[in-house]
């Protein structure tokens, strides 16, 4: 099942690593998924984001099936309630204040969101972003502006995010540590990565994984100094493109496992 055409590739790559398994695999797109027009299945992956699909797969759980990753935890990374979820843990995480695109400012808050004439992050507040528009770095005096704008393209909700400074790192997970990944968002893949504490990394990248209830994921961490990492964004079944054939056959073991730990529960 699938919403964003980037990343479907590492989805591909997985049904491919688990059909080498003896798996048959149909795909279904989130349209028909949200028509209830689903396959009947012990096992399946969940790329879908909207909420009437959600309710669809929901009861799939309850009876018997597998589902990576569950549509609660998907659910979970549209923004609003990511930074409520988040917001109310003890991980670092920027303030951020959702609100509707076509309120009017809260002058106070978005003050405290610019400390030192920082730009503003502006993201769409539903979904995470689905194109280069959905985050913008914006000043101050631009807000409104930009809050048109995607009030303009339909979108109802944003965030708006501090800004924390540092170097940015890119990370790739699965929940059972078997593979975990990370470089520099500047340098790329290829670079040389930042010195940073990866230890620290790697424990706040799957502290918010957990508490989001992901097993499949990706974002961005900010470290404002090396051992003190911030995370940014994480989302479900990212593009894990650098990566991409090593994250697909290790997210085909981790199911094949959780697959047979349901088997014998």
Same mark, same amino acid.
């Given at each position: ?31 028909? %998924? ?5 396959? %009947? ?61 076509? #309120? ?22 539903? %979904? ?7 985050? %913008? ?6 807000? #409104? ?42 340098? +790329?893949?290829? +670079? ?25 994921f990706g974002g961005d961490v900010a470290f404002p100094e090396p051992d003190r990492p911030v995370l940014i964004d994480i989302n479900d079944w990212p593009s894990f493109a650098p990566f991409r054939e090593e994250a697909a056959r ?9 697959? #047979? ?5």
């Amino acid at each position: 099942m699938q919403h964003r055409v980037n990343d479907t590739a590492v989805l591909d790559a997985t049904v491919t690593a688990l059909e080498t398994k003896g798996w048959d695999a149909v795909k279904t797109s989130e349209r028909e %998924v949200e028509q209830g027009r689903l396959p %009947v299945a012990e096992l399946y992956l969940n790329m879908c984001q909207g909420s009437l699909a959600a309710e669809q797969l929901m009861p799939l759980e309850c009876d018997g099936a597998v589902v990576v990753n569950r549509p609660s935890s998907a659910l979970n990374c549209h923004r609003h309630r990511l930074v409520k979820r988040l917001g109310e843990s003890t991980l670092a995480f920027p303030r951020t204040l959702i609100l509707a695109s076509s #309120a009017a400012l809260p002058l106070e808050q978005l003050d405290a969101l610019c400390p030192d004439h920082h730009d503003v992050w502006i993201k769409r507040g539903d %979904v995470h972003a689905e194109r280069p528009e959905d985050v %913008v770095a914006t000043p101050r005096e631009r807000v #409104a502006a930009a809050l048109r704008a995607f009030t303009a393209r339909g979108i109802p909700w944003v965030a708006l995010q501090e800004h924390v400074p540092g170097p940015i790192v890119k990370f790739y997970g699965v929940t059972d540590g078997r593979f975990f990944r990370w470089y520099g968002s500047d340098a +790329g893949c290829a +670079g040389e990565r930042p010195e940073v504490d990866e230890s620290r990394l790697k424990a706040l990248a799957f502290e918010a994984a957990a508490i989001l209830g992901l097993e499949v994921f990706g974002g961005d961490v900010a470290f404002p100094e090396p051992d003190r990492p911030v995370l940014i964004d994480i989302n479900d079944w990212p593009s894990f493109a650098p990566f991409r054939e090593e994250a697909a056959r290790a997210i085909a073991d981790y199911i094949t496992g959780r697959f #047979a730990h349901r088997k014998h529960a």
